[in-house]
């Protein structure tokens, strides 16, 4: 059997990520193998890494060309541009993606574009489509500065929400307001959006007092979205307030269930479009050839920047 190099776990290099040769991917029926061109980072796959046992493989977006199609017949075909999604191991020079998890790319959208839509455009999609219409309610997106609440930020506002961001650093605000944000909260505190709700819906990534204190600020019958604790997973609240304000209610999303009710193809395709007529715009920080995983995965986590990482496949 041929190898490929992909990224995967080695404990013993700095950063515990490095490229490796590898077996060539074996697909199943419904499988068509990718020629990836371009890859995302998400800190969530990048956190696993930091534990994770020697030679696992992380990578959940990534970007290509279909280099073998389907045997069973779903699915693009041979030399059409994609986008897709892997539970794990996307970054290798070839992988085997299901065709419910593969879109077809508009001509005019790039692979590094693409390769930031499968995580964090997805999640933000579907996150928003627990609150039903929009059209003219408040939205409060936390951690808004993400990758996340960028395209958040962007699909709410497209969607007619009167759209809050709440971020921790000053010097994210113009950002967040080119995204499409209509009002900023800034700090550790979410207490003054108070001033812009009550919410109809709140996407809730940081947890700790934020999320207690947003568990305060819905309207009746609405809901918070969480989908990360990255300030903290211990929660105070006032509970009364809470079930005194009526039908509120507090989701855990896992976009890996999500994609057990629709297909990632679905979304994707959605995204994908929305990139192509201009109405969605993937904020790209940082692009580097994806030798420089290890460096570029410790940016992420230290939060170097705002936005989106994306790295080139290279031969």
Known sequence: MSNIRAVVVDPNVSGRLALREVDAPTPAANEAVIRVAAISLNRGEIRRSTTAEALWRPGWDLAGTVE?????????????????????????????????????????????????????????????????????????????????????????????????????????????????????????????ASEYGPYHLILESVGGNVLGTALGLLAPDGAIILFGTSGGNEVTFNAQRFYGTGGASLYGFILFHELQRESAAVGLKRLANLVQSGQLRPHIDLEADWTQIAEVAQKLLDRGFPGKAVLHVTN
Do not use: C, M
């Not at 070839?94 to 508009?106: C, D, F, Q, R």
């Open 68 to 192: 073998t199609p389907a045997a069973d017949g779903s699915g693009p075909a041979q030399g059409t541009r994609v986008v897709g999604f892997l539970r794990s191991g996307a970054w290798g020079e070839l992988v085997s993606v299901p065709t419910h998890s593969l879109a077809e790319l508009p001509p005019s959208v790039s692979f590094a574009q693409a390769a930031t839509l499968p995580v964090a455009g997805l999640t933000a999609y579907h996150a928003l489509l627990k609150g039903g219409s929009l059209l003219g309610r408040p939205v409060l997106i936390t951690g808004a500065s993400g990758g996340v609440g960028n395209f958040a930020i962007q699909l709410a506002r497209l969607s007619g929400a009167q759209v809050v961001a709440h971020i921790r650093r000053p010097e994210y605000e113009a950002f967040v307001k080119d995204a499409g944000a209509r009002s900023v909260v800034i700090g550790e505190d979410v207490s003054a």
